[in-house]
């Protein structure tokens, strides 16, 4: 998988906004407007994404190229690499438990603007 690909598919889900709020290199996605995912356009080699804390510790003792996100909260968020031992598809799949991590944690007010939503 490659940024392009990451970037295309976390914009295919429902009310994602792509933001540059830290710099013009720090792609940031958004869930109204909720972080939940990064990925650093200079390196292109990664992403950091929202997990669940019990899910964020297997993974990272499963697979080389999960580790803790820098400069995130390490028992939520998880640095996940293109290049190394992690499919497209569970890419992928960590792309969509971090859009539901964010969705769920959602305020009522939000959550019910996001439901009159196309």
């Known amino acids: 998988m490659n ?7 976390c914009l295919q889900k429902k009310a994602v906004q792509e933001t540059f709020p830290f710099d013009d290199v720090s792609l940031v996605m958004k869930i109204m407007g909720k ?8 390196e292109a080699n990664s992403i950091a994404l929202k997990c669940d804390p019990k899910r964020a510790i297997e993974l990272r003792e499963h697979y080389n190229g999960i580790s803790e996100a820098f400069h995130f909260n390490k ?3 998880n640095s996940v690499s293109f290049n190394e031992d992690v499919d497209d598809k569970l890419i992928k799949e960590l792309i969509d438990h971090s859009y539901e991590e964010v969705l769920k944690k959602l305020t009522k007010k939000l959550r019910a603007e996001y439901e009159t939503l196309p």
Do not use: S, T
Request: no cysteine; charged share 35%.
């Open 3 to 9: 940024v392009e690909l990451v970037r295309e598919y």
């Open 35 to 42: 972080m939940f995912a990064l990925i650093d356009l200079e």
């Open 75 to 77: 028992k939520y968020w």
